[in-house]
């Protein structure tokens, strides 16, 4: 697992904002400025308490020593992150969504794309050891 402070976060994503906007399409929160490490916090803050839970059990998360992540566990958060997107397109809300205690089309969002994004962008900052990669 890997531990990165908002400040380090912050300085990461600076130095490859513009492969960050074309490669993961994240957009900074506030367009006058560099993208920061809030602003990845932000995709990953309106989940629901059960998929937070869940992030969490696979090593995504933020506590007072920064952000928590485990490449390793990646694909099995980007696989339920992909089922919220697509079975609610395919009209069904049972299985992952009742699961994840999911209701309105927002939740596509807040639970499916904004965690693909998240992930995105850490994988393109970190690599296995934790260090920046390009």
């Given at each position: 697992?890997?531990?990165?402070?908002?400040?380090?976060?912050?300085?990461?994503?600076?130095?490859?904002?513009?492969?960050?906007?074309?490669?993961?399409?994240?957009?900074?929160?506030?367009?006058?400025?560099?993208?920061?490490?809030?602003?990845?916090?932000?995709?990953?803050?309106?989940?629901?308490?059960?998929?937070?839970?869940?992030?969490?059990?696979?090593?995504?998360?933020?506590?007072?020593?920064?952000?928590?992540?485990?490449?390793?566990?990646?694909?099995?958060i980007r696989e339920v992150a992909?089922?919220?997107?697509?079975?609610?397109?395919?009209?069904?809300?049972?299985?992952?969504?009742?699961?994840?205690?999911?209701?309105?089309?927002?939740?596509?969002?807040?639970?499916?794309?904004?965690?693909?994004?998240?992930?995105?962008?850490?994988?393109?900052?970190?690599?296995?050891?934790?260090?920046?990669?390009?």
């Open positions: 697992m890997t531990t990165v402070s908002v400040a380090r976060l912050s300085k990461d994503m600076q130095s490859h904002a513009q492969e960050l906007a074309e490669k993961a399409g994240l957009e900074a929160q506030a367009r006058e400025r560099p993208p920061d490490g809030n602003d990845l916090l932000f995709y990953l803050s309106g989940t629901t308490m059960p998929m937070a839970a869940f992030l969490k059990d696979h090593g995504l998360f933020m506590d007072g020593e920064g952000l928590h992540f485990d490449l390793a566990q990646f694909s099995a992909a089922a919220v997107i697509s079975e609610r397109e395919a009209g069904n809300q049972d299985g992952t969504w009742q699961r994840f205690d999911l209701s309105e089309d927002e939740d596509i969002d807040t639970n499916g794309g904004y965690i693909l994004t998240a992930l995105a962008v850490l994988e393109l900052l970190y690599d296995q050891k934790g260090q920046p990669s390009g």
